[in-house]
């Protein structure tokens, strides 16, 4: 095998992919290639892309941060930044959520969520160990993120790595009942830890949607059971689904959130782990053996820490929900024109993430018509990535109403070419 570069790209099949564009700057939704194209960012560079790219504010925290201080161990040493961000946090999540745990990627912040909450029942005396999953969820690509995720192609060489997960089935329209009535059967085993979920929406699963109402039913059963509820809003938080949280919408309080990808604007790597204070407590003891025993070595980065806090002021001082309701209004305009086409199923939804199935006779992650939709897409001068036949869009909250438009018509004319 001989390659141009020795990058090993991540989600990549060399052999068959074409060699990758190289980027030369971004600004606002598009990205320059070093050839001078221009293209649009329309999946926010994997979700992360908030208010659009080098936003002023959080480009000049990063410049202004450099020159005081780069990095230091955050194991008996803290920073400015990071009290200050994890005040700010703590001030807008729910109440309940106390304690701020800095990690540096959304899998990492699952991982930690996860390890918190089998640390707290362990160090309670209690016999919880179980983890309770949504069927066709993902949660990132590291051993425990893997784990809670949907067993498939992402993850089956890795299978003997893997803890067991029971699954619960996804809340499908009008059969959310049998949802519930899997949670609750699970809980009354009396051996579960937590519950986690994707607020709302399945991010890698397929973007598929559930309602607010079936969010806090599922948290209110774990309540009844004493089990932990775990949101991974890795990808659902700042502002993606219509509001800060997706978990807003429902009412409700988890036990341990995750949040990352949105929470620099999409600028530098940072996560965070925010839980309840009896979880932390459960770890509080002069026994040093009950140590929450996690970190990566740039935990908590100042530099990443700044970022988040020029994200934290852009969402303070600037018409950020504004943005966010106008970009949703766009998409719902848009994909009127695709219900009722048959070349489309499962036209859907929420805040700024809009998507629709092309109805193909190969679906799935691995259908071929994902790769030839993703050319299309780039030839077109468009950054959109297809899950196998699922097409969707969630751009940053600069996009312009043109810049949509020439997503929305690169959709309709390459349905037509590759169904």
């Known amino acids: 095998m001989t390659s141009r570069s020795p990058v090993w790209h991540p989600f990549t099949q060399h052999a068959v992919q074409p060699d990758p564009t190289l980027i030369a700057r971004g600004e606002g939704a598009w990205l320059e290639a070093a050839d001078g194209r221009r293209i649009f960012d329309a999946i926010s560079s994997w979700w992360v892309v908030t208010h659009g790219h080098r936003h002023p504010r959080i480009v000049q925290a990063i410049k202004d941060q450099v020159d005081k201080l780069d990095q230091v161990i955050f194991a008996g040493f803290t920073h ?11 001030a807008i999540t729910p109440p309940e959520l106390e304690y701020v745990f ?7 912040s699952v991982e930690v969520a996860l390890k918190m909450a089998l640390g707290y029942w362990r160090h309670l005396g209690a016999k919880r160990s ?26 089956a060489p ?22 519930f009535d899997a949670l609750d059967a699970a809980c009354k085993r009396g051996d579960v830890a937590a519950l986690i979920v994707e607020p709302l929406i399945l991010g890698a699963g397929g973007m598929l949607i559930y309602p607010p109402a079936v969010l806090a039913e599922m948290k209110r059963v774990c309540e009844v059971h004493n089990v932990l509820f775990i949101a991974d809003e890795v990808m659902t938080g700042w502002g ?17 959130a995750c949040y990352s990808k949105g929470l620099t604007g999409g600028s530098v790597p940072l996560a965070v782990t925010l839980c309840r204070a009896g979880i932390f407590d459960a770890h509080y003891s002069t026994d040093r053996s009950k140590t929450f025993f996690h970190s990566s070595s740039y935990t908590a980065n100042p530099i990443a820490c700044a970022a988040a806090l020029a994200n ?16 949703a209004a766009m998409h719902k305009e848009r994909l009127a024109r695709f219900r009722g086409d048959r070349r489309f199923a499962d036209v859907r939804q929420i805040g700024t993430i809009a998507a629709l199935d092309i109805v193909a006779k190969d679906a799935g992650y691995l259908a071929d018509i994902g790769p030839r939709l993703y050319r299309g897409f780039l030839a077109r001068g468009l950054l959109i990535r297809p899950l196998g036949n699922t097409v969707y869009l969630m751009p940053p909250y600069s996009t312009t109403a043109s810049d949509l438009d020439q997503a929305y018509n690169a959709i309709d004319e390459l349905a037509g070419e590759v169904a």
């Open 158 to 179: 890795y299978d003997p790595l893997l803890f067991d997960v029971e699954r619960i089935p996804f809340p499908v329209s009008g059969r959310e009942q049998a949802t």
């Open 80 to 90: 400015e930044p990071a009290e200050k961000l994890a005040r700010h946090l703590v």
């Open 240 to 256: 993606r689904t219509g509001t800060l949280f997706a978990c807003e919408q429902a009412g409700i309080a988890p036990d341990i």
């Open 102 to 108: 800095f990690s540096d990627s959304g899998s990492t």
């Open 312 to 327: 934290l002021e852009i969402w303070q001082r600037e018409p950020v929900m504004d943005r966010i309701n106008s970009l």
């Open 130 to 155: 179980r983890i309770l999953a949504l069927e066709g969820a993902y949660h990132g690509d590291t051993i425990g993120g893997m784990s809670v995720g949907e067993r498939g192609v992402f993850n």
